[in-house]
């Protein structure tokens, strides 16, 4: 059985840091396609970075530069460093595991707010 656990959302001040996890069972970090994904009210779920098993990224044009996604094989657990936060990352943001099929994680709220 896969299960995906987010941690690390909250609330950060325009211009600050948070790390997000990924802790993932049923389904290697290593060996399939990791991706982080958020959703802001009202809007549609959208693609922030993935890393394929071979190690290749990619990123959303609005958070390259900012974001980094990376995995931690022996913690089979992917993170996202997220720096020079800005409002409109406000969401929630989800874990996804691409094997035979998509897995979710629950999700973990990021509000970027004075």
């Known amino acids: 059985q896969v299960q995906l656990v987010e941690s690390g959302g909250g609330l950060v001040q325009p211009g600050g840091s948070l790390r997000l996890s990924c802790a993932a069972s049923g389904v290697s970090v290593s060996l399939n396609a990791m991706g982080w994904y958020r959703q802001a009210p009202g809007k549609q779920r959208e693609l922030v970075a993935d890393i394929t098993s071979g190690g290749s990224t990619n990123y959303a044009h609005s958070v390259k530069g900012r974001f980094t996604i990376s995995r931690d094989n022996a913690k089979n657990t992917v993170y996202l460093q997220m720096n020079s936060l800005k409002p409109e990352d406000t969401a929630v943001y989800y874990c996804?595991?691409?094997?035979?099929?998509?897995?979710w994680g629950q999700g973990t709220q990021v509000t970027v707010s004075s």
């Open positions: 996804k595991a691409s094997r035979t099929g998509n897995y």
